[in-house]
């Protein structure tokens, strides 16, 4: 933990202490409401090196935070929100109401958080990019992380890197490795995917290794069709390929929407009734919204963190993103609730 961090847990701690936040949560009005993001429930451990620390959440923290969440919210399914806001201004009667939602569809989430999950009765939507779901595919981002791994593991003077391009800018980066493979994968987001893959497979190429890719990352669509039928998870789209849709033009935005949803829909992992949105990375504009709509998504939600009011447009739904660094004790994660960690 940085100096950072356990500064943040000590303030965090006091004011829980204090009950400061139990009193901030409670005085949340009868019109706004909390969504969470999520991505992976995982021991560290198991995790392997390179795994951001965005990215993931202990199970025994992920228990913790449902057993929280229990006592000071209204925590509902996302499917709710639609009726109750079309026909009542109010969303609850004495607590305020969250919802917590996934992104990616990982084999830790059905491993780890599903079973947390049926025990707890807890509710929760989970965004598919379903080009992934039930193979062995990798997101390049965790390519990227593999690549940095090896080369920490090597001696970088001694490859050839070539000059004056984006690799040699990646490669460059100062820092701890962590600080690398976050900035690395910051620098090529603004990137079509056909360059970063291209990119990827030269610096593979450097190391004169592939990722080896020993165990899926994702469930599969029986895994899926088992959590659908419990009621307890919803799923959603998270796009086809994952692709960053600002960087896309019409005609390849509308394909990863509607091949993402035939899929969700030909699984029987959704009824088609209600199938909510997750913007790939967060990116979206008003042409991205526009499409959205049309494809017959009602709800869609961002990477941009706060709370969100009945007003609030349903196509650009805020989260609170949730990692083990920022909510491992009670205090940290509170705060973060209420927007001040």
Known sequence: MSISIKVKSILANSLSYSGQIDRL??????????ILMYHRIIPYKEAGPGLQAG????????????MYLKNRFNIMPLSWLIGQIKYDARLNYNKPTCFI????????????????????????????????IGTDDWF??????????DINNNNIKSMRIP???????????KGSLDDKIENAISTLKKYREEYIYDSIMELESILKSSPVKKDRLFFNWDEAREMAESSIVTFGSHTYSHKILTNLNESEVLEELYEAKTKLIDEKAVDGSFIPFCYPNGNYDERIMRLIKSAGHDVSVTTESGWNDVDTCLLKLKRAPIHQDIASTIGMFGCRLINIL
């Open 140 to 149: 390049w981002t965790d390519s990227i992380t593999k690549i940095f791994v």
């Open 55 to 66: 990215m993931y959440v202990e199970p025994e923290t992920f228990k913790m935070h449902l």
């Open 163 to 173: 000059s004056g391009g984006i690799i040699e800018k990646i490669i460059n980066y």
């Open 101 to 132: 939602t996934f992104d990616d569809g990982w084999l830790d989430f059905y491993k780890y958080a599903y079973p947390i999950l049926v025990e707890h009765k807890v509710p929760v939507t989970v965004f598919l990019p379903t080009k992934f």
């Open 25 to 34: 949560i409670a005085k949340k009005s009868n019109t706004k409401f909390l």
